[in-house]
């Protein structure tokens, strides 16, 4: 059974001082005082600290966040990262030196945008979810992706104190979790399969 305390206090200790994502991703100027981006340097954290061979993000945005992930997993490792939008741009713009990034357009609850990669979800080591923040988004997301987790999936959650829906979602996660709103004032949360 992951220890996640254990886990996340692994995390905190790899997290990158926050100049070194200026160094990682050069196109963005990040203000050295800005504790809003202590997320993105959690992602590093935990990829160093993990060491995933498969992360599935759910929610990719501009790709930012998948760029600090794929830029510090472990050779050979993939990314896959949805959007419903035709976003990523940060991502398509300046893929990182080890371009193993699988960009997927559509909706995270149309499962048939994992059929064209043919990727097997359960070798997924982490999840992040981050796309719609309501409570139907992730309980539906949820239902349709928690049947893929095995012992010692990981998964990271965004903004799950941002309102009463994602609140209520979080709570109803019945596998191991943590709160850790000290990574993300919206609320930051961890689960263990
Ligand atoms: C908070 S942003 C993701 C940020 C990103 N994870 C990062 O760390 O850089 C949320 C994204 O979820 C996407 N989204 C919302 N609903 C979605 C859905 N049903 N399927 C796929 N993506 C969705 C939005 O287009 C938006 O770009």
Redesign the pocket.
């Given at each position: 059974m992951m220890n996640l305390p254990l886990l996340h206090k692994q995390a905190i200790q790899a997290m990158p001082p926050l100049m070194e994502l200026h160094t990682q991703y050069p196109g963005k100027y990040w203000m050295p005082t800005a504790d809003s981006y202590t997320?993105?340097r959690y992602?590093v954290g935990m990829v160093r600290a993990l060491e995933p061979t498969q992360v599935v993000?759910?929610?990719?945005?501009?790709?930012?966040?998948?760029h600090y992930m794929l830029s510090n997993m472990p050779d050979d490792s993939n990314l896959y990262?949805?959007?419903?939008?035709n976003?990523l741009s940060e991502l398509r713009a300046q893929p990182p030196q080890r371009n193993n990034a699988h960009i997927l357009i559509?909706?995270?609850?149309d499962m048939t945008i994992w059929d064209e990669c043919g990727v097997d979800l359960s070798k997924t080591d982490l999840w992040?979810f981050?796309?719609?923040?309501t409570y139907e988004?992730l309980t539906a997301e949820w239902t349709l992706y928690s049947r893929h987790f095995r012992e010692g999936t990981v998964v990271m959650l965004?903004?799950v104190l941002l309102n009463e829906g994602m609140w209520q979602a979080w709570q109803e996660i019945p596998q191991a979790k943590l709160l850790a709103p000290e990574i993300h004032f919206s609320g930051w949360g961890l689960v263990a399969a």
């Open positions: 997320y993105y992602l993000e759910l929610g990719g945005a501009n790709g930012l966040g998948a990262t949805v959007d419903i939008v976003a559509g909706d995270t609850r992040f981050d796309s719609d923040h988004q965004d903004d």
